[in-house]
């Protein structure tokens, strides 16, 4: 299986930065996504590290390290709607394709 | 909005009946994911379709059917409903694979079915 590891629940407050980690059992695929899911709504896309190092998207960054099997979201200057689930996604591979797993998730509580 | 519709959004069934659940994928991808996602839990991986074949399948049973039509708009198919089976249905339409495109890994999500069995 996946493996995927991240925290079940964090909370932060208004306007500061939070790391959501994820470790995961790595596959042949070199790349990672996160997704974000607001309650009673679709995840949605948010970022995709294909390499290793940081992406950063503003608010929103990513990291990812493919030989350690580990990635982390960082999220900036949180606000109140970034209260949210989020999904870490390695793709696995099964049946000669790859397929888009997902985490748990990490829920995420901004307070004021 | 994704482009992404399903149907029904809310249906309520007893042990043992089959339902279908519908998607309609965005204009322009060739292929539909549909995963499961059981209550606090992350979506678990059904199967996918890409041009009307099955292109791999999660650890679900034989119970659990899909169809994909020319259009591109898929149906799932569940035989003999089990209690377990009450979840929030996703469909996921994409440009194609992941191992011909890895930024096809952009889902774009419907809004969801959600399956009550009684």
């Known amino acids: 299986g996946q493996n995927i590891d991240q925290p079940t629940e964090m909370t932060a407050t208004e306007g500061a930065i939070v790391q959501i980690n994820c470790t995961y059992q790595t596959s042949g695929f070199n790349g990672l996504f996160w997704y974000q899911q607001h309650a009673g709504e679709a995840p949605t896309f948010l970022s995709y590290n294909v390499l290793d190092g940081l992406e950063d998207k503003g608010r929103f960054s990513s990291f990812l390290s493919r030989s350690k099997g580990y990635s982390y979201l960082l999220l900036k200057e949180l606000q109140m709607k970034d209260s949210a689930s989020y999904l870490c996604?390695?793709?696995?591979?099964?049946?000669?394709?790859?397929?888009?797993?997902f985490g748990k998730g990490t829920k995420l509580s901004v307070i004021p | 909005e994704t482009g992404v519709t399903q149907s029904p959004t809310h249906l309520i069934k007893t042990r043992g009946q089959q339902v279908t659940l519908r998607c309609s994928s965005q204009s322009g991808h060739n292929t539909v994911s549909w995963y499961q996602q059981a209550l606090g839990q992350g979506p678990q991986f059904i199967f996918q379709y890409y041009r009307e074949e099955e292109n791999g399948r999660g650890n679900f049973p034989p119970r659990f059917s899909g169809l994909q039509f020319p259009n591109y708009s898929s149906e799932l198919n569940v035989n003999a409903l089990e209690l377990d089976d009450s979840a929030l249905y996703l469909c996921a339409s994409s440009s194609g694979p992941l191992i011909r495109d890895p930024w096809s890994g952009e889902l774009f999500f419907g809004e969801g079915s959600r399956l009550t069995v009684l």
């Open positions: 996604a390695p793709p696995h591979s099964g049946a000669g394709s790859y397929q888009l797993t």
